[in-house]
């Protein structure tokens, strides 16, 4: 669609524009716009509109475009119409406080995205996770077996999802990405995978999908700070975007179930325990001491670590996530958000970003 074309859809029918709907159109302009094919088969007429929202302005968040007038309109106008507008999508377009440091035009696309599949391949389980724009509105966990059944399911349950990405730090079944090819477009996160954040990793095609996103979602939940995302996983990863938006790197340890193992594996009589929150740093027993040693021991490191990172970094944002995190915040020292579900959220925004 040329741009030409966009402007003469918005021009000629003010109402749509104001939010008023197709069926507050005359006849004419219905008959114009249908021969101009602009409905999309998936969005009913009558949501193609602009709502009004709670504040008096217009929520662009809530409109149904079809994708190629959405990408169309904001390749083209989108700084200029929605700052006239007042529409709430983000303050400061493609700024930070270091001004002009992130470029033009940059705002989440998954304000206005569409129904997306977010598959996230770990090394203990899948995550399986629907959006519907930038909210979650599913996600379960999968053992590795039960994953391509489950996917299927998933596209049952919610028919007019056409996108997915995926992401694969573990062992992938083929069989997962020929269930998902059927029912949707696939995107397979990797090294080529385009990404919104400058990335100023030395071996940038040895970063993992999982770090890839939660720098992604850092980067849209803090574009204008710094942020340190703490990954409490089979590893416990810290990843590091400053205000520039840049990902400078950070550090890789191993988990709390990890050093469990380690501490049974690696010696002859200790035994294999579960993670349990000692009551007391001193242990009085084999047990408590296994769990004093190595609760207090990762809590210690991730309050250290953080120190070190508020010492370089002004006005520094913590983010917790993983499969650990409810356990090891309660324990820690510094003021931490927690969010077990930021890497779906990063995955979410990179599906939106390598669409267009």
Known sequence: MSFSRLMWYLQAFPRLALGTGFDSCTDAQKNALLSQDVFCSHHSRDSWYLQESNQGHTDFQSVALPTELRYQYFKYNAQR????????????????????????????????????????????????????????????????????????????????????????????????????????????????????????????????????????????????????????????????????????????????????RAVHEQTSNLPLLEPYEPLDFIGNSTDTSIHSGVVNGICLEIDGVIDQYRQRFEDLTVILTGGDAHFLSKRLKNTIFADSNFLLKGLNHLLEYNKH
């Open 81 to 260: 119409y929605y700052q006239k507008a007042g529409a709430n999508i983000i303050s400061n377009l493609g700024t930070t406080n270091k001004i002009g440091k992130k470029g033009g035009l940059f705002f989440p696309f998954s304000d206005l995205c569409d129904m997306n599949l977010i598959v996230d391949v770990g090394n203990t389980f899948t995550k399986l996770a629907v959006f519907d724009g930038g909210t979650l509105v599913f996600h379960q966990n999968a053992f590795p077996e039960h994953v391509a059944l489950q996917i299927k399911e998933i596209c049952d349950q919610y028919p007019d999802m056409t996108n997915a990405i995926i992401s694969n730090v573990g062992k992938l079944d083929k069989t997962v990405m020929a269930v998902m090819n059927v029912f949707c477009e696939v995107h397979e996160l990797g090294p080529s995978s385009k990404k919104p954040f400058k990335n100023s990793y030395a071996t940038p095609h040895t970063l993992g999908a999982d770090r890839v996103a939660l720098a992604t979602a850092a980067f849209y939940h803090n574009h204008n700070g710094n942020t340190l995302i703490i990954d409490a996983g089979t590893c416990v990863t810290y990843d590091m975007v400053n205000d520039y938006g840049e990902y400078l790197g950070g550090a890789i340890s191993p988990g709390l179930a990890m050093r469990y």
